[in-house]
Each structure stands twice: as structure tokens, then as C-alpha cells.
T-cell receptor, first 120, second 108 residues
Framework: GAVVSQHPSRVICKSGTSVKIECRSL??????MFWYRQFPKQSLMLMAT?????????EQGVEKDKFLINHASLTLSTLTVTSAHPEDSSFYIC????????????????FGQGTRLTVV | AQRVTQPEKLLSVFKGAPVELKCNYS??????LFWYVQYSRQRLQLLLR??SRESIKGFTADLNKGETSFHLKKPFAQEEDSAMYYC??????????FGQGTRLTINP
């Protein structure tokens, strides 16, 4: 299958600072990328959907000014957690969908390895 | 709205026993249903999807529109099946919505 790379895998930051998380599709063009948040022992909660070149669509209850999403190219989306607070500490996961070379049929979602954010 | 429910947070069975992980969904349109698996310290990966009607690692899942269910089954569990399993629904705007997940433990 295709590869989605997320960076960094872990980050610790101080309260009030901003943190940027990158999500890259390495061998296919990701027309759509999704950002999820996962609390301990809980499911993945969809935060937002981003299409290349357009503004992200945020799920209800997710602050768009807090979680800035940029999808400037077909292989890169970034999530910036602005003015981070301890309650933003979580596991953030991206996924990407697009047409993978040599793979016919419906598009599949591929997931990054996740980023554990700890705000101290 | 899209909603996926996995009623069991934890499921423990003995090796060789049958396994069924339950999944029910709610969606007004025509859904695509998936099962994803996450092994220890690994990323989420696709196990199977309803449109493929295939068996992966011995697992199968049938979409029952009347009962709005997509239960995952395997006749004989293996220890390497121990993992976290998520049922997911793709509806409008290609959004993939996940259930709460079921942690499956296969006892030797």
C-alpha cells in the first residue's frame, strides 16, 4: 500500500507556544487529507477535512483558529496547534486519500503513524 | 449524520474459538463500510471493506443493510489477531468516521 509519513512522532512544548505537525503522502497524490485526534483508550475523532488548495472543513466543536490546517500541495498537509495548552495534549493522526499508482478501484485511506503532543 | 457504534470495548476469546466483533452504523445515504486494525505499536491499517467482499487473514464481514450492521467474523482465532479493531463508515465528502474500537485479546 501507499505510505503516509507524519512528523514529528513526538513533541513536547510549553504552554502558549505553537506546534506544527506535517503529514506527507510519499508515493501518491493525496487529493484529500484528514486530521484526527485520539484520546487515551478512545476512538479517533475527526477534526477536519482538507482538500488541496482550498480551506479545510472543520467538524463541529473544533476551533479552526486553534487548529490551523494548510494543504498547500498534493503531498503535504500541516496541522498547527496554536497557543497550545495542556488540554491539547493528545495523539494526532492524519490520513490521506487519493489515487495510488498501480491500484485500481476505490480510493483507500492511508494513515500516518501519529504524533504524540504533550503540552507542559 | 454518520455514526458508527461498536458495543464492545474489550473482547477476549481463546485461540481456536470463533470471533465476532460487532459494528452498527447510522447513515441516511449509501454507506461504504470498513474494518481497520491497529496492532501494538503500529499505525492503523485497512483490514477489509464491504465492497470487496473478500476474506483477509481469515476475517470476513457482511454488510446487512436491514440491520445496519457490519460485523467482523473469524471462525478460528489466532494469537496474532490480538489488536485494536475499528469499524468505519465513509459517507459524504469522503469523510471516514470511526467507531469506538474493540480491543481483541486472543488467549493461548
Amino acid at each position: 500500500g501507499a505510505v503516509v509519513s507524519q512528523h514529528p512522532s513526538r513533541v513536547i512544548c510549553k504552554s502558549g507556544t505553537s506546534v506544527k505537525i506535517e503529514c506527507r503522502s510519499l508515493d501518491f497524490q493525496a487529493t484529500t487529507m484528514f486530521w484526527y485526534r485520539q484520546f487515551p483508550k478512545q476512538s479517533l475523532m475527526l477534526m477536519a477535512t482538507s482538500n488541496e488548495g482550498s480551506k479545510a472543513t472543520y467538524e463541529q466543536g473544533v476551533e479552526k483558529d486553534k487548529f490551523l490546517i494548510n494543504h498547500a500541495s498534493l503531498t503535504l498537509s500541516t496541522l498547527t496547534v496554536t497557543s497550545a495548552h495542556p488540554e491539547d495534549s493528545s495523539f494526532y493522526i492524519c490520513s490521506a486519500t487519493g489515487q495510488v499508482p498501480n491500484q485500481s478501484g476505490n480510493t483507500e485511506a492511508f494513515f500516518g503513524q501519529g504524533t504524540r503532543l504533550t503540552v507542559v | 449524520a454518520q455514526r458508527v457504534t461498536q458495543p464492545e470495548k474489550l473482547l477476549s476469546v481463546f485461540k481456536g474459538a470463533p470471533v465476532e466483533l460487532k459494528c452498527n452504523y447510522s447513515y441516511s445515504g449509501s454507506p461504504e463500510l470498513f474494518w481497520y486494525v491497529q496492532y501494538s505499536r503500529q499505525r492503523l491499517q485497512l483490514l477489509l471493506r464491504h465492497i470487496s467482499r473478500e476474506s483477509i487473514k481469515g476475517f470476513t464481514a457482511d454488510l446487512n443493510k436491514g440491520e445496519t450492521s457490519f460485523h467482523l467474523k473469524k471462525p478460528f482465532a489466532q494469537e496474532e489477531d490480538s489488536a485494536m479493531y475499528y469499524c468505519a463508515l465513509r459517507g459524504g465528502a469522503q469523510k471516514l468516521v470511526f467507531g469506538q474500537g474493540t480491543r481483541l485479546t486472543i488467549n493461548p
